[in-house]
């Protein structure tokens, strides 16, 4: 089945989640190692211009997750699922969201200020150009440390999401004993 039922996700639902928590683990993982290299070196530079090409794709793929998501219906939570989870549920899912959309965003927002100026080099075969950022009255730089410094809370944040997220599945499985875990590692009746 492609599309979700009220009871099961589809075929595109279960690849988006998987390709997109692999690229975005990776690429958290690959930022926390990035930030302790030294800036200007070649190697450095190479490094940042592939973290800067997952994030193009994980944004590309995100936005493709969320026509996806609202061009279709989500699998309902279990009846006997309590309402204040319901509700944990709901905003855990937008903060994830929110995270998928702020990280890369972010990324291409900092890059866009940077007085540097460096290019975005999608995987060495085009450039991506920089957002119109309009300059605050000479305040390129100070807009780039801002970006930075959001970027680099908001993957703190996202680890933590990420952690409870997958705390809360693993609760599904082991406490609960049903299937809400096992709907996104295949298809379900």
């Not at 492609?2 to 690429?27: D, K, P, Q």
């Given at each position: 089945?492609?599309r979700n039922?009220?009871?099961?996700?589809?075929?595109?639902?279960?690849?988006?989640?998987?390709?997109?928590a692999?690229?975005?683990?990776?690429?958290?993982?690959?930022?926390?190692?990035?930030?302790?290299?030294?800036?200007?070196?070649?190697?450095?530079?190479?490094?940042?211009?592939l973290?800067?090409?997952?994030?193009?794709?994980?944004?590309?793929l995100v936005?493709?997750?969320?026509?996806?998501?609202?061009?279709?219906?989500?699998p309902?939570?279990?009846?006997?699922t309590?309402?204040?989870?319901?509700?944990a549920?709901?905003?855990?899912?937008?903060?994830?969201?929110?995270?998928?959309?702020?990280m890369?965003?972010?990324?291409?927002?900092?890059?866009?200020?940077s007085?540097?100026?460096?290019?975005?080099?999608?995987?060495?075969?085009f450039?991506?150009?920089?957002?119109?950022?309009p300059?605050?009255?000479?305040?390129?730089?100070?807009?780039?440390?801002?970006?930075?410094?959001?970027?680099?809370?908001a993957?703190?944040?996202f680890i933590?999401?990420?952690?409870?997220?997958?705390?809360a599945?693993?609760?599904?499985?082991?406490?609960?004993?049903?299937?809400?875990?096992?709907?996104?590692?295949?298809?379900?009746?």
């Amino acid at each position: 089945m492609i599309r979700n039922t009220r009871s099961a996700y589809g075929y595109v639902t279960i690849y988006l989640h998987w390709t997109i928590a692999a690229l975005i683990i990776g690429m958290l993982g690959f930022g926390l190692y990035m930030v302790t290299l030294p800036i200007f070196e070649p190697a450095t530079y190479t490094l940042y211009q592939l973290h800067k090409s997952v994030g193009f794709v994980v944004l590309a793929l995100v936005a493709l997750r969320l026509l996806w998501k609202i061009t279709g219906i989500t699998p309902d939570l279990p009846d006997n699922t309590p309402r204040w989870e319901r509700i944990a549920a709901y905003l855990g899912h937008v903060s994830l969201y929110a995270l998928m959309l702020i990280m890369p965003l972010t990324g291409w927002l900092l890059v866009s200020t940077s007085p540097l100026g460096l290019p975005s080099v999608f995987f060495n075969l085009f450039e991506i150009p920089h957002l119109p950022v309009p300059e605050f009255l000479g305040q390129k730089a100070e807009m780039s440390e801002f970006f930075t410094e959001v970027h680099g809370w908001a993957a703190y944040a996202f680890i933590a999401v990420i952690l409870v997220h997958v705390g809360a599945a693993l609760k599904h499985y082991f406490i609960y004993k049903n299937k809400v875990l096992q709907r996104m590692l295949s298809l379900q009746d």
